[in-house]
């Protein structure tokens, strides 16, 4: 049977993919089993940031796998104390809690936050409260669909986890009505990725920052896809110039090989956990926290985050020049763009079918929006070559309704 008989057959079917059978990759380049390259426009929702095979990261991972790879957390290693050094001093924060996934690591935050609402703040026992964002996705746990505003995400999986409440994304006046004296964190994107590249108003986040120090409860960010260079900063809280009390990270934290995630926070926060009060086999392996520095020192050492800066203000700006009635919006920071498609021209999807069938890979979210996040390696020429057969797809669509015998 062909991979993707096979895959329909056997798999379950929580994904839809595009049909391209995918056999190798390196850089910003995918090639499938024909041999036919692509352009990765997508960088599997930021964990390929590094590119595909970057030779630095497979060398860490090659050497540590032959040293040491997974012996427990039920011993010190000599790989893992460098890692969280590394992630502390980059976030500004006292301590981290390495585990595999993201959503894993937003499960992490979530107990912190509440352990830390009933020994610290003093909540009564079970009251705790979260504030959290419509529209977010911050994984597909139960408790973390139990708060998700998408039905699809829902649906079927009740009874859910209480102790969340959602308001606007975006909103100042709706988070600071929300805020009670049960609640203890706000858990929020500062850009959501998979919503369609919402980028909130100017002032957002460090509104939040204000209200949270008022009223003592924490501010907890999930950078899980912004973070690490995505949107032209290292995190995507600098833009505003503030502090969270804990931060999300995953994703490109693997350096496209691995997944490693972990959660970052005060020291106030983080020494609520006690021996024994959360764990996980894998989370903080040796082989994963090597492959992780060394995925944040190709970040630093290779400029990603300016590279994501310079190269994203150029995508943005071919983007918002392009003048097709199939394009309603573009949003973005950095090398992280959203790009709105009129219902009335095309699905998402079928922009995404028409850019494959060019040699670009991107992926649709929400029925409406093309997402476009390359690696942070890509080349420019490959970014306007991609883009080029981005602008060609929407153009035609927008030709094919004018004209529909011509198209």
């Not at 110039?241 to 496209?256: F, Q, S, Y």
Request: glycine share 10%; net charge neutral.
């Amino acid at each position: 049977m062909r991979p993707i008989d096979l895959e329909t057959r056997y798999s379950a079917r929580n994904y839809e993919p595009l049909p391209v059978v995918l056999a190798r990759g390196h850089g910003a380049h995918l090639w499938d089993t024909g041999g036919r390259r692509y352009v990765d426009m997508m960088s599997a929702y930021s964990a390929a940031s590094h590119g595909h095979a970057h030779p630095r990261i497979l060398a860490a991972l090659t050497a540590q796998a032959q040293r040491l790879a997974v012996p427990s957390r039920a011993y010190y290693t000599d790989r893992l104390g460098p890692f969280l050094a590394e992630l502390c001093t980059l976030t500004g924060l006292d301590a981290a809690l390495p585990m595999n996934t993201g959503a894993e690591a937003v499960e992490t935050a979530i107990k912190a936050a509440r352990r830390w609402g009933y020994r610290v703040k003093g909540v009564a026992r079970d009251r705790a409260e979260i504030i959290v964002a419509d529209g977010n996705f911050h994984g597909r746990t139960t408790t973390i669909v139990g708060f998700s505003s998408e039905p699809d995400y829902r649906d079927g999986f009740g009874p859910f986890t209480p102790g969340f409440r959602v308001v606007p994304f975006g909103d100042l006046a709706a988070m600071e009505r929300a805020i009670g004296p049960d609640t203890v964190a706000v858990l929020v994107e500062p850009i959501q990725g998979e919503a369609g590249i919402i980028v909130p108003p100017a002032g957002w986040l460090a509104g939040i920052r204000k209200l949270c120090d008022a009223h003592r409860v924490l501010l907890i960010l999930d950078e899980v896809q912004s973070g690490l260079g995505r949107t032209g900063v290292w995190f995507a809280f600098q833009h505003e110039n503030i502090r969270p009390d804990g931060i999300i990270l995953g994703k490109a934290l693997g350096g496209g090989v691995l997944p490693v995630s972990a959660f970052v926070a005060r020291r106030e926060v983080m020494d609520v956990f006690t021996p024994g009060s959360h764990g996980s086999t894998f989370g903080g392996n040796p082989l994963a926290a090597a492959v992780a520095l060394e995925a944040l020192h190709v970040i630093r050492e290779e400029g990603l985050v300016e590279r994501s800066r310079e190269l994203g203000a150029h995508m943005l700006a071919r983007l918002h020049a392009i003048r097709s009635p199939a394009v309603k919006e573009v949003r973005g920071k950095g090398l992280w763009a959203g790009a709105e498609i009129d219902p009335s021209y095309a699905t998402a999807r079928e922009v995404c079918e028409r850019l494959l069938v060019n040699g670009v890979l991107s992926k649709e979210t929400h029925g409406t929006v093309v997402r476009l996040a390359p690696p942070l390696v890509i080349a420019s020429d490959d970014l306007d070559w991609a883009l080029d057969r981005f602008e060609e797809a929407v153009h035609a669509l927008g030709h094919r309704r004018t004209h529909p015998k011509a198209a």
